[in-house]
């Protein structure tokens, strides 16, 4: 690594910190219904939406309503975009003249960009028209990351009100979500995206000649507003079939660190928002400080993977698959972040990284994506780690676990034992059944325990909501198509009902005052023992299968044997 690595890897933390209270606090200030600079400009179009669906501001509903109307809002973006891609061949702004796409890969787009996961089977150049990319894709890069945010913030009300079942209106979260928050962070980054020379149009696609004499079509497309907010929204589906590694996605450095920075800059910003809203900073600063040194973690280890020397590969770096505009290091700090998030982009192909990079990735996926995780989906998965971290401290010291005042009691405990458990379930059953049928075999590019971390990456990515692949899977077929839809409907709604429970099960308690006796969760101490737990639990579900995949390929290379 070069000194400029270090630089940028040391500016990028720096400015991660140093933005997180300013954004948060502007977020706080949206959501706690106080006045924002963002009001008197947007103002009209949030009330404008409220009238229009005849929404009122004012009602609020239980858990069971709230969950209600996520789910039909959620159904809806599912019909709609499933729909676009079965009738694409009829409808305009079709320049390539793309047919229909098929059912299943229909129904896996449809699940797929619904669910925040934005798995792609599909290049999106080949088979999407610019309605469909539009209409579909970036609504739902929207309204699914809003959707997340709306959760959250259900989850804060259960934290900070008393004796009631109401946690607020989901209408109204949703609306406040996208109007101030993610609709004008995206219209300034899809200029500055333009700017660099990111595509925006909706030009047919271009026919170019090469020096050798060959025809090379070039694709079109209104790119850089979708591109903006798949990253601010931690979506991550590609406009292009190579996604950020794509120079009409990605062109040029400075594209490629804000980028990045925007994968986990509101994730990062919404610890600092929680703690506002929830009466206590420190503890917001301390999730955010036990996310930020998980992520250094696996940082690390990841850089370690692709610059240790190793003899198989006469002692060079592993230049296959990686973005070599931009060089290893910004690959392997790509692979982590978007692992780290619920995001999915890519500048290099996973499948190409070395064995202990690509377990990082993968333990990113399988922790539940909760080092800052998604907009607003990666805060509630560590909240039910830290109801869980609560617990067990409890346990030690005999008394009833409390979390900002709430006693934790068996219902919370089995609701979050389904959040966590509901993911696990839905990674490790599809894959061994893929890894012995033949449906699961017959899509794989390699053998051996590189070609099983293909389908344990796979589903652990759709489980994760996460979208990323090793890129040496065919999963374009029905039985792919249809098991990673129905992992990734497991993987959003298998935790977003449980943590919603949770949220109505808190608003009716009362808030104990803290005394001598009270576990502390805005200190050092705590930060350990809730890394300690997600490690644990959430690691070590999955250690049998890490080891059958990476950590033997990490072994066998060694031994001068690869796959």
Not at 5 to 13: A, G, R
Not at 197 to 218: C, D, R
Request: charged residues 10%; aromatic residues 12%.
């Amino acid at each position: 690594m070069t000194t400029n690595d270090w630089m940028q890897i040391l500016l990028f933390l720096v400015l991660l910190i140093g933005l997180t209270p300013i954004l948060g606090t502007y977020m706080y200030k949206v959501f706690s219904g106080k006045k924002h600079f963002m009001l008197p400009v947007l103002g009209w179009l949030e009330r404008f939406t409220y009238k229009f669906s005849g929404v009122k501001a004012d009602e609020e509903t239980n858990w069971k309503g709230y969950a209600f109307g996520l789910l039909v809002f959620n159904l809806l973006g599912f019909i709609v975009v499933f729909l676009l891609q079965l009738f694409q061949a009829q409808l305009p702004f079709n320049p390539a003249h793309l047919p229909a796409v098929s059912w299943h890969s229909a129904f896996n787009t449809a699940v797929s960009f619904m669910t925040n996961t934005n798995w792609q089977g599909y290049a999106g150049e080949t088979t999407l028209s610019y309605t469909v990319q539009l209409l579909g894709l970036t609504v739902q890069n929207f309204v699914s990351a809003a959707t997340g945010i709306a959760v959250i913030l259900a989850v804060i009300k259960g934290l900070s009100r008393k004796t009631t079942d109401l946690i607020g209106n989901f209408w109204v979260d949703i609306t406040r979500a996208t109007v101030y928050i993610l609709l004008p962070l995206s219209i300034l980054f899809a200029i500055f995206l333009v700017g660099q020379g990111v595509v925006q149009n909706f030009s047919p696609y271009e026919t170019a000649h090469t020096l050798q004499g060959q025809t090379q079509v070039i694709p079109m497309g209104p790119a850089a507003s979708q591109i903006a907010i798949k990253q601010l929204g931690t979506n991550g589906g590609g406009f292009f079939n190579t996604n950020s590694a794509h120079p009409f996605e990605n062109p040029t450095p400075l594209s490629n660190f804000l980028e990045m920075l925007c994968i986990l800059l509101i994730p990062a910003a919404m610890t600092y928002m929680y703690g506002k809203m929830v009466g206590s900073v420190r503890h917001g600063w301390i999730i955010f400080s036990a996310m930020f040194l998980l992520m250094i973690a696996g940082l690390g280890i990841s850089l370690y993977g692709e610059f240790s020397s190793n003899p198989f590969f006469a002692h060079l770096p592993l230049m296959e698959g990686k973005e070599t505009r931009f060089g290893i290091t910004n690959s392997v700090m790509w692979s982590t972040f978007t692992t780290d998030a619920s995001n999915g982009s890519v500048n290099c192909m996973h499948d190409s990284l070395s064995p202990l990079s690509g377990m990082v990735a993968m333990i990113n996926l399988m922790l539940g994506e909760v080092i800052f995780g998604g907009v607003g989906s990666g805060l509630y998965g560590m909240v039910v780690f830290i109801i869980l971290t609560v617990f067990i401290a409890g346990l030690m010291v005999g008394r009833t676990p409390e979390y900002l005042g709430k006693k934790i009691e068996a219902f919370e405990m089995k609701m979050a034992m389904i959040a966590v458990l509901a993911p696990n379930v839905a990674i490790l059953i599809p894959t061994a059944w893929a890894a012995v049928s033949q449906m699961g075999l017959s899509s794989l590019n390699n053998a051996g325990p590189h070609g099983f971390s293909e389908i344990l990456y796979a589903f652990s990515s759709a489980a994760g909501n996460n979208g990323s692949a090793f890129a040496g899977l065919n999963a374009n077929t029905p039985f792919w198509n249809v098991m990673l839809g129905i992992v990734m409907l497991i993987g959003r709604f298998g935790v977003i009902f449980p943590v919603l429970a949770i949220a109505g099960s808190l608003a009716k308690k009362k808030i104990a005052p803290p005394s001598e006796g009270t576990f502390r969760t805005d200190n050092w101490l705590f930060v350990g023992l809730l890394i300690g737990v997600i490690l644990i639990v959430g690691g070590l579900t999955h250690f049998p299968g890490l080891a059958l995949g990476p950590i033997v390929e990490h072994l066998l290379m060694n031994s001068g044997v690869a796959f």
